[in-house]
């Protein structure tokens, strides 16, 4: 089951690095002062100089943790409804990023390749989807915030998209649900010690992989339509 991958996550969520819940917003660490636009919709400090220039509140794990959660439970946005989603986490009205008002003019182009790239990544059969989070040089306690801001846009946009069907899913994706709950109330760790950078490791690996597990019951492959003058048996 993918709970042997949280390595005794679930039997103490709270107490694995020394870890205390919170529920005040502080992502204001991760902006950068780099005022590039960002290169790749892959990097976490191009999305943050990007969230600066927006003058956004939110967090920029988040909304790829939305978009992932909405993905996974097997929905579709088009262009307008994801741009909406865009627009209530950076905190701007859908017209202000139609007519660009202050914003950065690579900003609806860059979110559409988001768009592409994420369902592309989370389709993919070689399962090397990864979710946004800081690279291993941003300091041990931004690395666990961002995590734990990810998994919160993750559920509230899984929840958002399939309603009822969570109830009827898996006993292994609602264990998984349980154990992305308490990961999402994880915002403060005692140190980073090497101790807890391998479990914050493997805890980020349960998730990627959960996400993984969450799409693939959600998604089933489309029937292969059968080839002309083909017998059906």
């Given at each position: 089951?993918?709970?042997?991958?949280?390595?005794?996550?679930?039997?103490?969520?709270?107490?694995?690095?020394?870890?205390?819940?919170?529920?005040?917003?502080?992502?204001?660490?991760?902006?950068?002062?780099?005022?590039?636009?960002?290169?790749?919709?892959?990097?976490?400090?191009?999305?943050?100089?990007?969230?600066t220039?927006?003058?956004?509140?939110?967090?920029?794990?988040?909304?790829?943790?939305?978009?992932?959660?909405r993905?996974?439970?097997?929905?579709?946005?088009?262009?307008?409804?994801?741009?909406?989603?865009?627009?209530e986490?950076?905190?701007?009205?859908?017209?202000?990023?139609?007519?660009?008002?202050?914003?950065p003019?690579?900003?609806?182009?860059?979110?559409?390749?988001?768009?592409?790239?994420?369902?592309?990544?989370l389709?993919?059969?070689?399962?090397?989807?990864?979710?946004?989070?800081?690279?291993?040089?941003y300091?041990?306690?931004?690395?666990?915030?961002?995590?734990?801001?990810?998994?919160?846009?993750?559920?509230?946009?899984?929840?958002?998209a399939?309603?009822?069907k969570?109830?009827?899913?898996?006993?292994?994706?609602?264990?998984?649900i349980?154990d992305?709950?308490?990961?999402?109330?994880?915002?403060?760790?005692?140190?980073?010690?090497?101790?807890?950078?391998?479990?914050?490791?493997?805890?980020?690996?349960?998730?990627?992989?959960?996400?993984?597990s969450?799409?693939?019951?959600?998604?089933?492959?489309?029937?292969?339509?059968?080839?002309?003058?083909?017998?059906?048996?």
């Open positions: 089951m993918l709970r042997g991958f949280v390595l005794g996550y679930a039997a103490a969520p709270t107490e694995m690095l020394g870890l205390e819940t919170h529920s005040t917003d502080r992502y204001s660490d991760f902006m950068t002062d780099n005022a590039e636009p960002a290169a790749s919709t892959g990097d976490f400090e191009g999305w943050a100089n990007l969230f220039r927006c003058r956004a509140f939110s967090h920029p794990s988040e909304l790829h943790g939305g978009l992932c959660g993905l996974a439970a097997g929905a579709r946005l088009d262009q307008p409804q994801w741009f909406e989603v865009v627009c986490h950076i905190g701007i009205a859908p017209e202000t990023l139609e007519q660009g008002e202050d914003l003019a690579e900003l609806p182009e860059f979110m559409d390749d988001v768009y592409r790239q994420t369902l592309e990544q389709s993919a059969a070689d399962m090397a989807f990864q979710p946004l989070l800081p690279e291993d040089d300091a041990f306690e931004q690395r666990l915030q961002a995590l734990a801001a990810w998994v919160r846009g993750f559920l509230e946009g899984m929840a958002l399939a309603g009822e969570l109830g009827e899913a898996p006993d292994e994706i609602r264990e998984l349980e992305m709950v308490a990961i999402s109330q994880v915002e403060e760790a005692d140190d980073g010690d090497e101790t807890a950078e391998v479990q914050l490791n493997d805890i980020t690996e349960y998730v990627r992989l959960g996400v993984i969450v799409f693939t019951e959600f998604n089933p492959p489309a029937k292969s339509s059968p080839v002309a003058g083909q017998t059906l048996h």
